[in-house]
């Protein structure tokens, strides 16, 4: 675990320096000090038949995120038996999960549409802000719904007392605010850099990476500070999941009934699948050797965080879980008597 965390913080070292040497050469080509007004995303470029397909694929992806996302919504919303402490976490997961797409997605599918690629200077780092403190948010609720889970398989006689109405509320109150008040400073921070040209990120997102290598100055302690702060989210939530589930596979392992250890498994694994998918292409990003291609792969990588994990994410939660699936066929059932009348 900790060479593991070594590693990262060394390929971020690597990474900070790279910022330095690229605003060196952008700096050394800039021949106006023009302030920017607007950023150009250059996105996946490619040609129009490609720009299509990318079209076609990308907003059907889009259309079935919000559909999944928005049945477990709804079904937490409307089915009595699912208010309970995990489901109101996994009900407000899922709506992040609608909000975090929809912060990159419908401009991206514009831009594959529009010779016209800009977006204005506050645009892009009002993009940057939601996208990323949506992301933050869902990293908290991730968390919450682990210990939800320590509470209620290894603290099972303590879970009514410890999880009530009032702590489980807290917890959603305070995993909307987490993303939005904490990254709040690293976005002051970046968008108070000069930016005098060039303009052009080559992203389909304003991603911070990007945008601190088109800055005109070399502010390190800015580049430090961005790099540590996502160290400590991503590092202190991974081991805090990592640590709870550790005792709760511990606690599944000494019980005695083989049909409480099945029930007990599928609803860890469903969550730790789900913490699969949110942090394993984070870390991809910062451990894995940097190929010939970095910013095509840091596209990739992002694409998949971005919007394959919340289309994949209700099918796991759906597919594994009996109270979910049979929340579902009542919708569904009462949809078909609606329309029958």
């Known amino acids: 675990m900790f060479s593991g965390r070594n590693s990262i913080l060394h390929k971020w070292a690597i990474i900070s320096v790279i910022f330095m040497s690229s605003r060196q050469m952008n700096a050394s080509n800039r021949e106006t000090t023009t302030t920017v007004t607007h950023f150009i995303l250059l996105g996946f470029p490619s040609s129009p038949e490609m720009q299509l397909l990318y079209f076609g694929l990308f907003s059907t992806t889009y259309t079935l ?15 009595r038996h699912l ?7 996994l009900g407000n997961f899922s709506l992040l999960e609608m909000c975090y797409v929809t912060t990159t997605v419908p401009n991206m599918l ?8 800009s977006i204005s200077f506050l645009s892009c780092f009002a993009q940057f802000y939601f996208f990323f403190s949506f992301g933050y948010d869902e990293g908290f609720f991730l968390c919450a719904m682990a210990f939800d889970r320590y509470l209620a398989i290894c603290r099972p006689l303590h879970y009514p007392c410890i999880m009530t109405k009032q702590l489980y509320i807290s917890l959603v109150i305070l995993g909307w605010l987490f993303g939005f008040t904490l990254y709040l400073a690293p976005v002051v921070l970046i968008s ?3 930016f005098c040209g060039p303009n052009m990120i080559n992203h389909f997102v304003c991603d911070p990476v990007p945008l601190m290598m088109l800055s005109c100055s070399e502010d390190i302690i800015t580049q430090l500070l961005y790099l540590t702060f996502n160290a400590f989210f991503i590092i202190g939530t991974l081991i805090f999941i990592l640590c709870t589930y550790f005792l709760v596979i511990r606690a599944i392992l000494q019980m005695p009934s083989t049909a409480s250890k099945h029930k007990a498994f599928s609803t860890c694994a469903s969550h730790l699948a789900v913490v699969t998918l949110f942090y394993g292409p984070i870390i991809m990003m910062y451990v894995s050797p940097r190929s010939g291609h970095p910013e095509k792969m840091q596209k ?6 971005s919007v394959i994990t919340p289309l994949c994410n209700p099918l796991i939660y759906s597919l594994r879980n009996k109270e979910m699936k049979a ?11 609606v329309h029958k009348m």
């Open 192 to 194: 108070r850099l000069p």
């Open 83 to 89: 208010h309970t402490p995990m489901y109101i976490l």
């Open 110 to 117: 514009a831009n594959l549409l529009s010779t016209n690629k």
């Open 327 to 337: 929340a579902l066929r009542k919708i569904f059932r009462t949809e078909q008597s």
């Open 300 to 305: 990739i990588i992002t694409l998949f965080y």
């Open 65 to 79: 995120t919000l559909t999944g996302n928005g049945l477990i919504v709804f079904s937490v919303l409307l089915d």
